[in-house]
T-cell receptor
Framework: ETGVTQTPRHLVMGMTNKKSLKCEQH?????MYWYKQSAKKPLELMFV???????ENNSVPSRFSPECPNSSHLFLHLHTLQPEDSALYLC??????????????FGPGTRLTVL | QQQVKQSPQSLIVQKGGISIINCAYE??????FPWYQQFPGKGPALLIA?????SEKKEGRFTISFNKSAKQFSLHIMDSQPGDSATYFC????????????FGSGTRLLVRP
């Protein structure tokens, strides 16, 4: 295992539901990321948190709301999603230092299906 | 200019053969080029990475070849095995101020026994 865990592993929700995805990293890293992986598309970076502060939001719709209460935990709150939001949502973490290279460690992902 | 173009989309190789996946980029500021391997039901895992100050890096059966002038890099898997069957992603990033990893679209490799 990579040291990054995600729950749940599978989630089916209706368009009017509210649910949350959870990510936890056990690597002592100071940066965490949410990615969306759809079929036949590159991994899409959604959000970046550095030392619990959001440093990047890649024009993600407001129906996705991230939360980072501490450097080990990251949540993605979901509400009023659309069927096209069905995808694998991946969490990653890395140790961000000024001169380092960005080796990111990924969790196994949450397979989300929106009905 | 932030894109990384990866080819082929899928690849079938016989056991023992060489698998070659190619990537190209435009942004000359990229200075870190990792390859990730993803098995079904798992997240991507770092396989091997290279910096532009070297033209080749080898780790076991996996080799990255880097051509700075052509802005291209490739992954070679020697003596391909059925256990290598996975999706491979190239990526690029800029160290220092920016930590975004720009991923290619992925190559699905199938190694036949």
């Amino acid at each position: 295992e990579t040291g990054v865990t995600q729950t749940p592993r599978h989630l089916v929700m209706g368009m009017t539901n509210k649910k949350s995805l959870k990510c936890e990293q056990h690597l002592g890293h100071n940066a965490m990321y949410w990615y969306k992986q759809s079929a036949k598309k590159p991994l899409e970076l959604m959000f970046v948190y550095n030392f619990k502060e959001q440093t990047e939001n890649n024009s993600v719709p407001s129906r996705f709301s991230p939360e980072c209460p501490n450097s080990s935990h990251l949540f993605l709150h979901l509400h009023t999603l659309q069927p096209e939001d069905s995808a694998l949502y991946l969490c990653a973490s890395s140790q961000r230092e000024r001169s380092s290279y960005n080796e990111q460690f990924f969790g196994p992902g949450t397979r989300l299906t929106v009905l | 200019q932030q894109q990384v173009k990866q080819s082929p989309q899928s690849l079938i190789v016989q056991k023992g053969g060489i698998s070659i996946i190619n990537c190209a980029y435009e942004n000359t500021a990229f200075d870190y080029f990792p390859w990730y391997q993803q098995f079904p039901g798992k997240g991507p895992a770092l396989l091997i990475a290279i910096r532009p100050d070297v033209s080749e890096k080898k780790e076991g059966r996996f080799t990255i070849s880097f051509n700075k002038s052509a802005k291209q890099f490739s992954l070679h898997i020697m003596d391909s095995q059925p256990g290598d069957s996975a999706t491979y992603f190239c990526a690029a990033s800029i160290s220092g101020s920016s930590y975004k990893l720009i991923f290619g679209s992925g190559t699905r490799l199938l190694v036949r026994p």
